[in-house]
Nanobody
Framework: QVQLVESGGGLVQAGGSLTLSCQAS????????MGWFRQAPGKEREFVST????????SYTDSVKGRFTISRDNAKNTLYLQMNSLNPEDTAVYYC????????????????WGQGTQVTVSS
């Protein structure tokens, strides 16, 4: 069993930056591939990015490529999402999630979820 807690959300101006963190419990963090998802009001939960167990493989949805960077520090049991050049379309609740071994872009493939952190980007 792993517990995930996101932090780092907030209100920023368009063009600004935020770094989200996801702190995981337990001693088996490196067992999991990790992902970031987001959900805006009235929309389905959307894949943002994923990272393999040791960070050697990453993937991003097209809308954030070149602006967002996913990373992890297994020694600290922490997942990060660095977000640059934010725009109002990035406004959503951001969730981190974990799944055993393999990376994936479908929410149903992940079996552990954090509570979410709100990111609001003003124009």
């Amino acid at each position: 069993q792993v517990q995930l807690v996101e932090s780092g959300g907030g209100l920023v101006q368009a063009g600004g930056s935020l770094t989200l963190s996801c702190q995981a419990s337990g001693r088996t963090f490196s067992t999991y591939a990790m992902g970031w998802f987001r959900q805006a009001p009235g929309k389905e939960r959307e894949f943002v990015s994923t990272i393999s167990r040791y960070g050697s493989t990453t993937s991003y949805t097209d809308s954030v490529k070149g602006r967002f960077t996913i990373s992890r520090d297994n020694a600290k049991n922490t997942l990060y999402l660095q977000m640059n050049s934010l725009n109002p379309e990035d406004t959503a609740v951001y969730y981190c999630a974990a799944r055993p071994f393999a990376i994936g872009d479908r929410p149903e493939e992940y079996n552990h979820w954090g509570q979410g952190t709100q990111v609001t980007v003003s124009s």
